[in-house]
T-cell receptor, first 112, second 115 residues
Framework: QKEVEQDPGPLSVPEGAIVSLNCTYS??????FMWYRQYSRKGPELLMY????GNKEDGRFTAQVDKSSKYISLFIRDSQPSDSATYLC????????????FGTGTKLQVIP | SAVISQKPSRDICQRGTSLTIQCQVD?????MFWYRQQPGQSLTLIAT?????????ESGFVIDKFPISRPNLTFSTLTVSNMSPEDSSIYLC????????????FGPGTRLTVL
């Protein structure tokens, strides 16, 4: 079993829809949770990061962490064609630098 | 965040040859990392390269195959040696920024195809 599980998709939604992207994990020591966005032929771009449980909002994006269920989510409101990309979840332990474990990524396509 | 560049952006190489990938950052950083990204797989950490010390390799990666240099706080190279088609992948460097909670920021990647 992988430490981090992420549905690879692809996920196709119409423009304006609310998108929900999710990851589950098995390592209860993970404390920091990140979402990266990766456009085709580009490097991953850090979108959001959160510490421990709870929600964090940034514009149209909301990151949610439920440590009791070992489940994290990224919600995109009013999705746009420019949101079409692969979204990778990532997580690590706390304390200075710790190795980051990535999900395999979910490919999202927002159809105009 | 930092501006990270990589050279080359892509290359096609013959089996048995070596390729050196460069990673340049526009600010001084302590931690630099090299990853491999293969289709359908998660990013795999190859090694951590801190200035002034030997690179630390992850399980399954060895220095003879992936030698790394880190001559200063803004630059690093990764060499893929004695290449085989299985080395075809995207290679990414990243940096950890203390000002951003030690989170990692990635370069654009080098797309390598080995024939």
């Amino acid at each position: 079993q992988k430490e981090v599980e992420q549905d690879p998709g692809p996920l196709s939604v119409p423009e304006g829809a609310i998108v929900s992207l999710n990851c589950t994990y098995s390592n209860s020591a993970f404390q920091y949770f990140m979402w990266y966005r990766q456009y085709s032929r580009k490097g991953p771009e850090l979108l959001m990061y959160t510490y421990s449980s709870g929600n964090k909002e940034d514009g149209r994006f909301t990151a949610q962490v439920d440590k009791s269920s070992k489940y994290i989510s990224l919600f995109i409101r009013d999705s746009q064609p420019s949101d079409s990309a692969t979204y990778l979840c990532a997580m690590r332990n706390s304390g200075g630098y710790q190795k980051v474990t990535f999900g395999t990524g979910t490919k999202l396509q927002v159809i105009p | 965040s930092a501006v990270i560049s990589q050279k080359p952006s892509r290359d096609i190489c013959q089996r048995g040859t070596s390729l050196t990938i460069q990673c340049q950052v526009d600010s001084q950083v302590t931690m630099m990392f090299w990853y491999r990204q293969q289709p359908g797989q998660s990013l795999t950490l190859i090694a951590t390269a801190n200035q002034g010390s030997e690179a630390t390799y992850e399980s399954g990666f060895v220095i003879d195959k992936f030698p790394i240099s880190r001559p200063n706080l803004t630059f690093s190279t990764l060499t893929v040696s004695n290449m085989s088609p299985e080395d075809s992948s995207i290679y990414l460097c990243s940096v950890g920024l203390r000002s951003k909670g030690n989170e990692q920021f990635f370069g654009p990647g080098t797309r390598l195809t080995v024939l």
